[in-house]
C-alpha cells in the first residue's frame, strides 16, 4: 500500500541496472528491519523510564484485577493478597494476571539466589509489574505505527505522525504504563489490527478470474498474517467481551460493503479461509481460556460469560456509578487525544480523498472510524463509564488523526527528513510548540502529583514497617504455598478511606505487614430493583455517613466481636475531627488508650472526583505500640 520511490529531484533519469536493483534490494529490506527493530527498542525504553515515573493513582482495577491476584498466584493463599468479590464470582480471566505472575516468579526466583537487604528485595517485586507493562506499552505504540506505514506508506509523514502522537500524548504516557486490562486490551487490539487482511476490502481488478480475485490469501504469509489477527482479537474478546463492537463492526462493512469504494475481492473461496481460520484459531485461543480458568479458579468457568451476567443481567455495574448518555462523545475522546482531539474527530468524520493512494487503505480507514462510532455509541447506552474503557480506542484515533494532523504541520519542502513522498519541513511551529508544552505539563502533573498519596503512603508504610520489625521481612517462595505458622504481628495499619482507595499487597509486599480497609461488595444477593438493593449501603459509606457511629458500633463495640486496634490510622484529613471526637476523653473509645499523633501526609493534587478524598491524605499513630 506504500507509494513507490521518489523520482530523482534533478530531474534526470535513474540508470540503474538490473544487477544493480536486485543488489540494493536485499539492502533496501535489511535497512527497513533494522529501523523496525531499532524503534521497538527504543520505544521500550522510553516506556520503561515511562513506567518508573508514574507514582500516582488512577483506579482501583489497575491493582485489583491484576496485581492483587498475580501476587497470590505466585506467592500463595497466606501472602496477604487481597482477593475482591470479583474473582470469587469469576468475573475475571486469570490470563491478564497471569501474565504479571511470570515477572513477580521471575523475579522472586532470582532473589532467592542472591542476598539483598529487605527493601532492594521489595524495589525489585514493585517494578517487576512495572518492566512487564512497558513491554505491552511500548507494544501498543509500535503496532500503531506499523498500522499506519501498512495504511498510509513505509517512511511517510503521516505514519510517523501517529507514532509521534502516541509517544506525545499525555493521557498515553498516564495511563499506558498501568496493569489495566484495558491497556492489554489495546495492545492485543492494535496487534489484531495490524495483522489484519485489510486487502478484504479492496478493489477486485477487471480483467481477473476468481482464482486471482482470492490472492489476498495467496500472498506469502497471509494466512499466518490472518491466523495472528484471529488469535489477538479472540484473546482481546475474552479479556473483555465488549471489545467485540470492533471486530462486528469491521466485519460488518467487508460483508455488506456499506460506504466502501470499488468492488469487493470478497469470493467464496476468500470465505472458507476466513470460516476455517476463525474456527481454528478462536477455538485455540477459547481452549486455552478456559484451561487456564480452570486451574486458576479449581473448576470449569466461563469469566466472559460471568461478566455479561454481572453488567447487563444482573445490572450491578451502575453501584460503582453511572454517567451521562453523552460522555464519551464529549468527555472520553477530548480526554483521551488531548491536543490532538480536533483531527481524531475530523479523521472520523471524515476523509480526504487523496489521503493515501491506497483503495484498500482508504476503505480500512473508514472501517477503523466505523469501528470507533459504533463502539462509541453503544457503550453509550452503558450506564456505568469511565474513560479507561474506550482506551483501545486510542491508537486507532492516533492513526484518524494521522492524515489531517501531518497535512495540518507539515509540508514538503527541498529540504527536511526524508520519506517515500519527498522531504518535509513543519509549518505552524509555534502550534506546535505550545501543544508539546501542554501536553508535558499534564502528562507531569498527572503522574507525578495527582493523586500521588495512596501510592506515597504505601511507600511510607512499608519502611516503617522494615524500621520496626527488620527480622520480619522474609518473603514466601515463589509458587511454594507454605501454611502460616508463625505468631501473626499486630494489626501494622487500618484504612479508613474510600474502598480500595490505595494498592495492597503489591506495595504493601512483606506478609507478616498486616493491615485492614474498608470494603464496597455489591448486593449481589439482591434483584434488580429490589427493595433490599436501594436500602443496602457498603461498608464504606457506612463509616462516611456517620463516622463515629460506624466506630462505635461496628469497628469497636461495647458488646460483641470487636476488631483489632491498629498501630497506625491511614485516612483523608476530613475523617480527624471524628477520629479525635471517638478517642477524646468523652468519646466512646475513651476507654482504648489511644492518643493520636499525626506522623505522615501528603498532598493530594488540585482536585479530586470524589470529596470524600478532598485534603491531605495522613497517618496517625495510635501510641498503643513500642516502636521494636
Same mark, same amino acid.
Given at each position: 500500500?506504500?507509494?513507490?520511490?521518489?523520482?530523482?529531484?534533478?530531474?534526470?533519469?535513474?540508470?540503474?541496472?538490473?544487477?544493480?536493483?536486485?543488489?540494493?534490494?536485499?539492502?533496501?529490506?535489511?535497512?527497513?528491519?533494522?529501523?523496525?527493530?531499532?524503534?521497538?527498542?527504543?520505544?521500550?525504553?522510553?516506556?520503561?523510564?515511562?513506567?518508573?515515573?508514574?507514582?500516582? $493513582?488512577?483506579?482501583?482495577?489497575?491493582?485489583?484485577?491484576?496485581?492483587?491476584?498475580?501476587?497470590?498466584?505466585?506467592?500463595?493463599?497466606?501472602?496477604?493478597?487481597?482477593?475482591?468479590?470479583?474473582?470469587?464470582?469469576?468475573?475475571?480471566?486469570?490470563?491478564?494476571?497471569?501474565?504479571?505472575?511470570?515477572?513477580?516468579?521471575?523475579?522472586?526466583?532470582?532473589?532467592?539466589?542472591?542476598?539483598?537487604?529487605? !527493601? $532492594?528485595?521489595?524495589?525489585?517485586?514493585?517494578?517487576?509489574?512495572?518492566?512487564?507493562?512497558?513491554?505491552?506499552?511500548?507494544?501498543?505504540?509500535?503496532?500503531?505505527?506499523?498500522?499506519?506505514?501498512?495504511?498510509?506508506?513505509?517512511?511517510?509523514?503521516?505514519?510517523?505522525?501517529?507514532?509521534?502522537?502516541?509517544?506525545?500524548?499525555?493521557?498515553?504516557? @498516564?495511563?499506558?504504563?498501568?496493569?489495566?486490562?484495558?491497556?492489554?486490551?489495546?495492545?492485543?487490539?492494535?496487534?489484531?489490527? !495490524? $495483522?489484519?487482511?485489510?486487502?478484504?476490502?479492496? %478493489?477486485?481488478?477487471?480483467?481477473?478470474?476468481?482464482?486471482?480475485?482470492?490472492?489476498?490469501?495467496?500472498?506469502?504469509?497471509?494466512?499466518?498474517?490472518?491466523?495472528?489477527?484471529?488469535?489477538?482479537?479472540?484473546?482481546?474478546?475474552?479479556?473483555?467481551?465488549?471489545?467485540?463492537?470492533?471486530?462486528?463492526?469491521?466485519?460488518? *462493512?467487508?460483508?455488506? +460493503?456499506?460506504?466502501?469504494?470499488?468492488?469487493?475481492?470478497?469470493?467464496?473461496?476468500?470465505?472458507?479461509?476466513?470460516?476455517?481460520?476463525?474456527?481454528?484459531?478462536?477455538?485455540?485461543?477459547?481452549?486455552?481460556?478456559?484451561?487456564?480458568?480452570?486451574?486458576?479458579?479449581?473448576?470449569?468457568?466461563?469469566?466472559?460469560?460471568?461478566?455479561?451476567?454481572?453488567?447487563?443481567?444482573?445490572?450491578?455495574?451502575?453501584?460503582?456509578?453511572?454517567?451521562?448518555?453523552? $460522555?464519551?462523545?464529549?468527555?472520553?475522546? =477530548?480526554?483521551?487525544?488531548?491536543?490532538?482531539?480536533?483531527?481524531?474527530?475530523?479523521?472520523?468524520?471524515?476523509?480526504?480523498?487523496?489521503?493515501?493512494?491506497?483503495?484498500?487503505?482508504?476503505?480500512?480507514?473508514?472501517?477503523?472510524?466505523?469501528?470507533?462510532?459504533?463502539?462509541?455509541?453503544?457503550?453509550?447506552?452503558?450506564?456505568?463509564?469511565?474513560?479507561?474503557?474506550?482506551?483501545?480506542?486510542?491508537?486507532?484515533?492516533?492513526?484518524?488523526?494521522?492524515?489531517?494532523?501531518?497535512?495540518?504541520?507539515?509540508?514538503?519542502?527541498?529540504?527536511?527528513?526524508? =520519506?517515500?513522498?519527498?522531504?518535509?519541513?513543519?509549518?505552524?511551529?509555534? *502550534?506546535?510548540?505550545?501543544?508539546?508544552?501542554?501536553?508535558?505539563?499534564?502528562?507531569? @502533573?498527572?503522574?507525578?502529583?495527582?493523586?500521588?498519596?495512596?501510592?506515597?503512603?504505601?511507600?511510607?508504610?512499608?519502611?516503617?514497617?522494615?524500621?520496626?520489625? &527488620?527480622?520480619?521481612?522474609?518473603? &514466601?517462595?515463589?509458587?511454594? @504455598?507454605?501454611?502460616?505458622?508463625?505468631? &501473626?504481628?499486630?494489626?501494622?495499619?487500618?484504612?479508613?478511606?474510600?474502598?480500595?482507595?490505595?494498592?495492597?499487597?503489591?506495595? %504493601?509486599?512483606?506478609?507478616? %505487614?498486616?493491615?485492614?480497609?474498608?470494603?464496597?461488595? &455489591?448486593?449481589?444477593?439482591?434483584?434488580?430493583?429490589?427493595?433490599?438493593?436501594?436500602?443496602?449501603?457498603?461498608?464504606?459509606?457506612?463509616?462516611?455517613?456517620?463516622?463515629?457511629?460506624?466506630?462505635?458500633?461496628?469497628?469497636?463495640?461495647?458488646?460483641?466481636?470487636?476488631?483489632?486496634?491498629?498501630?497506625?490510622?491511614?485516612?483523608?484529613?476530613?475523617? /480527624?475531627?471524628?477520629?479525635? /471526637?471517638?478517642?477524646?476523653?468523652?468519646?466512646?473509645?475513651?476507654?482504648?488508650?489511644?492518643?493520636?499523633?499525626?506522623?505522615?501526609?501528603?498532598?493530594?493534587?488540585?482536585? =479530586?472526583?470524589?470529596? +470524600?478524598?478532598?485534603?491531605?491524605?495522613?497517618?496517625?499513630?495510635?501510641?498503643?505500640?513500642?516502636?521494636?
Amino acid at each position: 500500500m506504500a507509494t513507490g520511490e521518489d523520482a530523482p529531484r534533478d530531474g534526470t533519469a535513474a540508470a540503474v541496472s538490473g544487477n544493480d536493483a536486485s543488489e540494493t534490494r536485499p539492502v533496501q529490506q535489511d535497512t527497513a528491519a533494522a529501523q523496525v527493530k531499532d524503534a521497538l527498542a527504543v520505544l521500550f525504553a522510553f516506556r520503561l523510564v515511562n513506567a518508573l515515573c508514574v507514582r500516582t $493513582y488512577f483506579q482501583p482495577d489497575e491493582y485489583f484485577q491484576a496485581l492483587e491476584p498475580a501476587w497470590q498466584l505466585v506467592f500463595g493463599p497466606d501472602s496477604g493478597a487481597w482477593m475482591t468479590w470479583e474473582w470469587e464470582y469469576r468475573l475475571r480471566s486469570s490470563l491478564h494476571p497471569g501474565i504479571f505472575a511470570l515477572g513477580y516468579g521471575a523475579v522472586a526466583n532470582y532473589l532467592s539466589t542472591i542476598s539483598l537487604p529487605g !527493601h $532492594y528485595r521489595a524495589f525489585a517485586l514493585l517494578a517487576a509489574p512495572k518492566v512487564v507493562q512497558a513491554g505491552l506499552a511500548a507494544l501498543t505504540d509500535w503496532f500503531a505505527w506499523r498500522l499506519a506505514e501498512k495504511l498510509f506508506g513505509r517512511n511517510t509523514a503521516t505514519a510517523w505522525s501517529v507514532l509521534l502522537m502516541s509517544v506525545a500524548n499525555p493521557w498515553q504516557w @498516564y495511563c499506558s504504563t498501568r496493569t489495566f486490562s484495558n491497556c492489554l486490551e489495546a495492545t492485543l487490539t492494535i496487534a489484531a489490527l !495490524h $495483522y489484519f487482511p485489510w486487502d478484504l476490502l479492496g %478493489l477486485v481488478k477487471s480483467g481477473k478470474d476468481e482464482a486471482q480475485a482470492a490472492e489476498v490469501f495467496q500472498k506469502s504469509g497471509s494466512v499466518n498474517s490472518l491466523r495472528l489477527s484471529i488469535v489477538f482479537a479472540a484473546f482481546a474478546i475474552l479479556l473483555r467481551p465488549t471489545n467485540a463492537l470492533i471486530w462486528a463492526a469491521i466485519g460488518t *462493512l467487508a460483508m455488506t +460493503r456499506l460506504t466502501m469504494d470499488g468492488d469487493s475481492p470478497f469470493t467464496f473461496k476468500t470465505g472458507l479461509v476466513l470460516i476455517r481460520e476463525s474456527l481454528l484459531c478462536g477455538s485455540f485461543a477459547l481452549g486455552l481460556s478456559l484451561l487456564a480458568d480452570a486451574q486458576y479458579f479449581g473448576e470449569w468457568t466461563f469469566p466472559p460469560l460471568n461478566w455479561l451476567n454481572f453488567n447487563i443481567a444482573q445490572s450491578l455495574a451502575i453501584f460503582y456509578g453511572q454517567n451521562d448518555w453523552h $460522555y464519551y462523545l464529549s468527555q472520553g475522546i =477530548t480526554l483521551s487525544c488531548t491536543t490532538v482531539s480536533p483531527f481524531a474527530v475530523m479523521g472520523l468524520l471524515s476523509f480526504r480523498e487523496n489521503a493515501t493512494a491506497s483503495l484498500a487503505a482508504k476503505n480500512a480507514f473508514k472501517a477503523l472510524a466505523f469501528a470507533v462510532l459504533i463502539t462509541i455509541l453503544t457503550l453509550s447506552f452503558i450506564v456505568h463509564k469511565e474513560v479507561r474503557f474506550i482506551y483501545p480506542l486510542l491508537p486507532i484515533l492516533h492513526i484518524l488523526a494521522g492524515p489531517y494532523i501531518s497535512s495540518f504541520f507539515i509540508v514538503p519542502q527541498a529540504d527536511g527528513i526524508p =520519506t517515500s513522498r519527498g522531504a518535509v519541513g513543519i509549518q505552524r511551529k509555534p *502550534l506546535v510548540v505550545v501543544g508539546l508544552l501542554v501536553n508535558i505539563v499534564i502528562a507531569a @502533573y498527572l503522574s507525578y502529583f495527582h493523586s500521588a498519596g495512596p501510592i506515597l503512603v504505601m511507600d511510607q508504610l512499608r519502611a516503617d514497617f522494615q524500621r520496626i520489625h &527488620p527480622k520480619n521481612l522474609t518473603m &514466601p517462595m515463589p509458587f511454594v @504455598y507454605a501454611n502460616e505458622t508463625a505468631e &501473626p504481628l499486630e494489626l501494622f495499619a487500618l484504612f479508613l478511606t474510600p474502598c480500595h482507595a490505595t494498592p495492597w499487597r503489591s506495595h %504493601l509486599v512483606y506478609p507478616a %505487614l498486616r493491615a485492614r480497609a474498608l470494603t464496597c461488595d &455489591p448486593p449481589l444477593h439482591t434483584a434488580p430493583g429490589s427493595a433490599e438493593r436501594e436500602a443496602y449501603v457498603p461498608e464504606d459509606r457506612r463509616f462516611d455517613d456517620d463516622k463515629v457511629g460506624f466506630l462505635a458500633n461496628e469497628l469497636w463495640p461495647v458488646n460483641g466481636k470487636k476488631q483489632e486496634l491498629p498501630r497506625y490510622i491511614v485516612g483523608y484529613e476530613g475523617i /480527624e475531627p471524628a477520629l479525635q /471526637e471517638y478517642f477524646g476523653a468523652n468519646g466512646p473509645g475513651s476507654d482504648k488508650g489511644v492518643v493520636l499523633k499525626q506522623t505522615w501526609s501528603a498532598w493530594n493534587g488540585l482536585f =479530586t472526583d470524589d470529596d +470524600r478524598k478532598s485534603g491531605e491524605l495522613r497517618i496517625w499513630d495510635t501510641g498503643l505500640y513500642s516502636e521494636a
